[in-house]
């Protein structure tokens, strides 16, 4: 069984930055694709990013201050965020797609003040 876990969060002021972590274990296989999303009070689960092989993607709310990166060890993917907003705040999660299924973490919080 394939499993997400995400750290880094943290209570940040606006305007700095944070890098979230997510490791997936239980896989001998390479994830297909790695993919960030968030969850604000109230409101629906959005996309924030995306890594693959070669591509990158990312929501437009965040392009330009949030970077993925795929980090040496297998599986593992960053989230650096930068110029983060009181609009960020969020729960983040990690989400892994192998072969059409999709594994999700538990999520880190994320808390911008302003």
């Known amino acids: 069984q394939v499993r997400m876990v995400e750290s880094g969060g943290g209570l940040v002021q606006a305007g700095g930055s944070l890098r979230l972590s997510c490791i997936a274990s239980?896989?001998?296989?390479?994830?297909?694709?790695m993919s960030w999303y968030r969850q604000a009070p109230g409101k629906q689960r959005e996309f924030v990013a995306h890594?693959?092989?070669?591509?990158?993607y990312y929501a437009g709310s965040v392009k330009g201050r949030f970077t993925i990166s795929k980090g040496n060890a297998k599986n593992t993917v960053y989230l650096q965020m930068n110029s983060l907003k009181p609009e960020d705040t969020a729960v983040y999660f990690c989400?892994?797609?192998?072969?059409?299924?999709?594994?999700w973490g538990q999520g880190t919080q994320v808390t911008v003040s302003s």
């Open positions: 989400r892994g797609l192998l072969r059409s299924a999709e594994y």
């Open positions: 239980g896989s001998d296989s390479n994830i297909d694709v």
């Open positions: 890594i693959t092989t070669g591509d990158a």
